[in-house]
């Protein structure tokens, strides 16, 4: 009676397996072909347990296509060689016009035929170009390209790759099918891969190409399988029986249909003309496609006429890659600068020999910063690859093995800044080093004084970031202090102001000159000290002097603050330049008391919230109070909250916090218990 009742159990399990594998494989084709998933990630995986455990309870109901084969087969000694039964051929290339039309003459002049042909144009994916060999419909076989006639047998990795299906969908495809194509790596991947081997100091890769060729070759598939490699196939190679259409666009959009992957932006074309507009269009996305590519390719789309036009050496007659300039060069650096940024961050900048790269002369690449610099073991005199992509600003990428000379010169980070002489900070542990002088630097003036005006620093209501740039440029402010010595009638002849708009701002300045000492500190824009550190700095210390006089050690006393923060303080009031700015600034400002002294904690401990549109104060405001009481403000209410500070339309937090029985108060209830406790 048992074993009836467990061969039933098997027969409704081996019934789920199906029903498991058909829809983990439906799910793969609409994410990978389709780009048009259905359910998250999460459910995904859900079912792919749900079947690994079945398959493991049942192991002889596994079978060669079902999605937990992917990886499992153990690593090898070495690749073994495969030979093509159709040779896999490369393509002639094409870098102008003039080439473009030369192949079109060579075409028609072959079939002698006047008329416009049609072409199937598709991106030309930098990548490895391989063949996928199904039988019945069962992928068997994967081989790389190699030398054209034979190729190396890489099935079990290409097994690991999740966007080439192991069984064919539907139905009518030949009893044996090879698909071409080109296995690559999209660039989000890419940078995911080099980003996790930096952190683990291991070697990274150049570029995407590269990746996925290593990935693609190694021996052990586990390691293949944990790299994010994708698949587009592109053409077939050996077809035996019936089900293939008569032009390369529809034998792609077949190949779609029966489950494998194609380049979404594969197009149908007409002549030259068409060609020359696909190709300045896909070189117009290149650097947004999420893949990298060299070039464009055409086919003749009619299969009829690539047979009639045949082969020529190592290449067909009928295809042509119409390749982008190059966007890898070799040059010279003959000097290396150090600029600085905006926000203070030092770049180091490589003087090159001038090289012809990416479709413009580049004399400039960036390095850009110490690490790179030391990572890559680059030297003044070296001889580097430089790379440009579109408007990307062009990078040294590596030094040319083997080209190094005894007359090169290590590169160092100065030790002040080249624009304002202040000192240069490079804390343990972080790649970007800075300048310190943040409010004198002309470099990082602009974002300053934007910074120094803004809602939750001096607020200076009318200040927006096109003004501060046009009294930049026009010479009218070099440091903060500026703002409050600026003449009405200089601002009213500023484009776009005029009398009104200037009386305005100047009372908006006026009305910043009483700062509270936690705005004035945020808007000093000491690195790293934002709104909550600068409150902790105005309550444990009471007054900028003070702060400006603390150790390091001392600092780290106050919470938030850690010894990154802590140096970035030292450093910033140990500029003579800076100490300069705040002396001069502080005969301009008065700053505030807080209403409740450091040493009266009397909210300590207690937890607000505030909610609604206070009458006397704004919730900003109603928060520095409470803060500087001790306590803690909170954006939501919970069952932890101690009061919630309620104005006028207070809403859904009100609705809640009588649900939970948290006590309600008024600006009135606010007063009282900061006066009481």
């Keep these: 009676m048992a074993g009836i009742e467990s061969g039933k159990q098997q027969k409704i399990d081996g019934l789920r397996i199906t029903k498991l594998r058909e829809q983990l494989n439906r799910h793969s084709y609409l994410y990978y072909v389709l780009d048009s998933p259905e359910i998250p990630d999460s459910e995904y995986d859900r079912l792919y347990r749900e079947l690994q455990q079945l398959e493991q309870k049942y192991p002889e109901l596994i079978t060669a296509d079902s999605p937990t084969q992917r990886v499992g087969e153990q690593p090898l000694d070495a690749f073994t060689q495969i030979t093509h039964r159709i040779p896999m051929l490369s393509l002639d290339n094409v870098f102008s016009e003039d080439e473009l039309e030369a192949f079109f003459k060579r075409i028609h002049d072959r079939l002698e035929f006047n008329d416009e042909l049609e072409f199937n144009a598709e991106p030309k994916l930098d990548g490895l170009a391989v063949s996928l060999v199904y039988e019945n419909g069962l992928f068997v076989q994967a081989a790389t390209r190699g030398d054209g006639a034979t190729g190396e047998d890489v099935t079990q990795n290409v097994k690991t790759i999740h966007a080439v299906p192991l069984r064919l969908r539907g139905e009518g495809f030949p009893r044996l099918l090879e698909v071409r194509g080109e296995v690559f790596m999209p660039k989000a991947g890419f940078n995911r891969l080099n980003k996790t081997a930096l952190e683990k100091g291991e070697k990274t890769f150049v570029n995407p190409r590269n990746a ?233 003036r602009t974002e300053a004084i934007k910074h120094f005006a803004s809602r939750k620093a001096m607020d200076i209501d009318g200040l927006g970031d096109k003004l501060v740039e046009q009294m930049v440029e026009a010479g009218m402010i070099e440091t903060v202090v500026d703002l409050y010595r600026l003449d009405l009638e200089e601002i009213a002849a500023l484009e776009r102001m005029g009398q009104k708009s200037a009386e305005n701002l100047i009372a908006a300045i006026n009305a910043s000159r009483k700062p509270t000492l936690a705005k004035l500190i945020y808007a000093l824009g000491i690195r790293e000290v934002g709104e909550a550190t600068a409150r902790s700095l105005a309550l444990a210390y009471g007054d900028l002097d003070s702060i400006m006089g603390a150790d390091e050690e001392a600092l780290q006393q106050i919470q938030d603050i850690g010894p990154i923060v802590a140096k970035h303080i030292i450093h910033f009031f140990a500029q003579p330049h800076n100490h300069k700015v705040i002396a001069q600034l502080l005969k301009e400002v008065d700053i505030q008391q807080p209403v409740v002294s450091r040493d009266r904690q009397i909210l300590s401990g207690k937890t607000f919230v505030i909610t609604g549109t206070l009458a006397d104060m704004t919730r900003d405001e109603a928060r520095e109070l409470l803060q500087a009481a001790g306590a803690k403000v909170s954006g939501s209410v919970s069952a932890k909250t101690d009061y919630l500070l309620a104005g006028e339309k207070a809403g859904s937090k009100l609705t809640r916090a009588k649900k939970l029985g948290v006590e309600v108060i008024d600006e009135a209830g606010l007063r009282a218990l900061l006066q009481s406790g």
């Design 212 to 444: 996925a060729a290593g990935s693609l070759r190694q021996l052990d598939p586990r390691i293949t399988a944990a790299r994010p490699l994708s698949f587009y196939c592109y053409s077939t190679g050996a077809v035996e029986g019936e089900g293939l259409a008569s032009t390369q666009n529809s034998i792609l959009l077949q190949l779609q249909q029966w489950g494998l992957p194609v380049c979404p932006e594969v197009k149908r074309i007409k002549g030259i003309k068409g060609c020359l507009s696909y190709y300045d269009s896909i070189q117009r996305q290149r650097d947004d496609l999420p893949y990298d590519i060299d070039g464009v390719v055409y086919k003749v789309n009619e299969l009829k006429w690539q047979q009639k036009l045949g082969f020529v050496a190592r290449a067909p007659r009928w295809a042509i890659a119409h390749k982008f300039p190059a966007q890898e060069e070799i040059t010279r650096i003959s000097s290396v600068d150090f600029q600085v940024g905006r926000t203070g961050a030092i770049t180091p900048v490589a003087r090159l020999e001038p090289v012809f790269v990416g479709g413009v002369t580049v004399s400039n690449a960036t390095l850009h910063n110490m690490d790179e610099i030391e990572r890559k073991d680059v030297r003044i005199g070296d001889r580097v690859f430089i790379r440009r992509a579109g408007d990307v600003i062009p990078e040294v990428v590596r030094v040319v093995p083997g080209s190094r000379k005894e007359k090169v010169r290590r590169i160092k980070l100065p030790e002040r800044c080249p624009v304002c002489g202040s000192d240069i900070e490079r804390i343990e542990g972080e790649a970007v080093a800075r300048c310190t002088g943040g409010l004198i630097c002309k470099a990082q």
